[in-house]
């Protein structure tokens, strides 16, 4: 039990261009999920905590206008990075958070996001 | 201030040896501690939560508040035991996130 998915597992896209990355809770509903990125070799920086239906909590220094997070459903959220470049290319990584009151996340299996 | 330090980025040890995987944190309040690991082109996975007591794969994890201390050990290492753990204290406030250390790479020589 508590599964998450990310797609697509990785992308290319130019550079300019919008990419959408989704996080699904599989087996159980999420009110909350964060979202983090993950440097080569290097810990998990937190982005912003989403949660269902309301506005995305971003962390000090990430641009929310960049980086566009939707919590549409509970076990659905998605980031879409705009007008990307190439120092945003990254690993992404989404976590669940499920309702029966456990702080644990459940963590996806990452996006690797390349911006030419 | 909220801070989780785990002191080495590196860590090698030989087949059968014991493990210390060092986690220190800063925290005001009772902290909730937890242990991730990530295995070569994996999800991170939980290990280890303090609340819990348990041992997973041989690991253990105690808290220690006077050293502020969250250090995980295992008796006899195993060459399936390398790979990345990450020490995590939940962050009480707000939106109860977690605050990740940097990291130790465990690789364990044959």
């Known amino acids: 039990g508590a599964v998450v998915s990310q797609h697509p597992s990785w992308v290319i896209c130019k550079s300019g261009t919008s990419v959408k990355i989704e996080c699904r809770s599989l087996d159980f509903q999420a009110t909350t999920m964060f979202w983090y990125r993950q440097f080569p070799k290097q810990s998990l920086m937190l982005m912003a905590t989403s949660n269902e239906g309301s506005k995305a909590t971003y962390e000090q220094g990430v641009e929310k206008d960049k980086f566009l997070i939707n919590h549409a459903s509970l076990t659905l959220s998605t980031l879409t990075v705009t007008s990307a470049h190439p120092e945003d290319s990254s690993f992404y990584i989404c976590?669940?958070?499920?309702?029966?009151?456990?702080?644990?996340?459940?963590f996806g299996p990452g996006t690797r996001l390349t911006v030419t | 201030a909220q801070r989780v330090t785990q002191p080495e980025k590196l860590l090698s040890v030989f087949k059968g040896a014991p493990v210390e995987l060092k986690c220190n944190y800063s925290y005001s309040g009772s902290p909730e501690l937890f242990w991730y690991v990530q295995y070569s082109r994996q999800r991170l996975q939980l290990l280890l939560r303090?609340?819990s007591r348990e041992s997973i794969k041989g690991f253990t994890a105690d808290l220690n508040k006077g050293e502020t201390s969250f250090h995980l050990k295992k008796p006899f290492a195993q060459e399936e035991d390398s790979a990345m753990y990450y020490c995590a204290l939940l962050s009480l406030s707000g939106t109860y996130k977690y605050i990740f250390g940097t990291g130790t790479r465990l690789k364990v020589l044959a």
């Open positions: 976590s669940a958070r499920d309702r029966s009151g456990s702080y644990e996340q459940y």
């Open positions: 303090h609340i």
